[in-house]
């Protein structure tokens, strides 16, 4: 019996434009007659989850950040936050601070982003919905990266946007050189960075058992590299039609497309 339902924002459960269809938003409706909870989980912080979702009345949780935080959004309460030492911060963007990088900040509910690399945001192949909503979740701010780092708060994640493979490949390095930080994607141009112990499927399994919900009892949706703990870790992990190689591999099964109402229409199905 479904209780729980994860599922990722960009190219899962928002369609292309970044709206909630109507399809989706009615099977939110289903999931609250049936009792079943649905918890956004995703690489955004909080404030990046559509208002419609984190207000309906089947969504209590979200989890954050790819996993590194999770919030009671009724009472806006942070419930589980795994930080990144900000020593290891500092020594991290050492190693890549002569790249042509962002180096963003997720700390204090905010995503932090150094103005004097805020041209790599323009300059990104990217469509311009997910350029919008990049842009829009983030704080500009003079002070350069190694300034911000001392200043913000409790540093939970941090994202990179490059430009070409020289850019990835040291960030890559840098990270992998350090095994207490992991990292995932969820577009061709960024490298998403948190402790190793946070990430998706750690956050599903960690509210599964704040919630006392067996884990067989869930299902999760997901389309890119940062979804494929969850869906490995799900009852049911579910691969758009969109979705990479590495999230099919890693699914239970498929449905459509995010375009498409992927998400409601697997559902309808399930429980019809």
Not at 80 to 96: C, G, H, K, T
């Amino acid at each position: 019996m479904t209780k729980l339902v994860f599922v990722d924002m960009d190219g899962t459960f928002l369609s292309p434009d970044k709206t909630i269809s109507r399809k989706n938003l009615a099977i939110l409706d289903e999931a609250a007659a049936r009792d079943v909870q649905f918890v956004p989980c995703t690489g955004r912080n909080v404030t990046g989850v559509p208002r419609e979702l984190a207000e309906h009345p089947c969504v209590r949780y979200a989890i954050c950040c790819n996993g590194a935080l999770i919030y009671d959004v009724r009472t806006n309460e942070v419930l589980r936050e795994v930080a990144i030492e900000r020593e290891l911060v500092r020594s991290l963007y050492e190693d890549v601070r002569a790249l042509d990088i962002t180096f963003d900040l997720f700390a204090d509910g905010t995503v932090y982003a150094a103005a004097d690399r805020w041209h790599v945001l323009d300059k990104m192949a990217i469509d311009p919905a997910s350029l919008k909503q990049v842009k829009s979740v983030r704080t500009r701010c003079d002070e350069p990266v190694d300034k911000l780092i001392e200043r913000v708060g409790s540093i939970c994640r941090i994202n990179v946007f490059y430009l070409d493979g020289a850019g990835a490949q040291g960030v890559w390095d840098a990270v992998d050189a350090r095994p207490e930080l992991i990292r995932s994607s969820s577009l061709p141009c960024n490298v998403e960075i948190t402790r190793a112990e946070a990430h998706k499927g750690a956050g599903l399994r960690w509210l599964c058992e704040r919630l006392g919900v067996d884990v067989s009892d869930t299902v999760a949706f997901g389309d890119s590299d940062n979804d494929l703990t969850m869906l490995r870790e799900a009852g049911d992990g579910v691969a758009m039609g969109n979705a990479n190689d590495a999230c099919r591999a890693a699914a239970d099964h498929t449905c459509p497309s995010c375009s498409d109402s992927g998400v409601a229409r697997y559902l309808c199905a399930l429980w019809a």
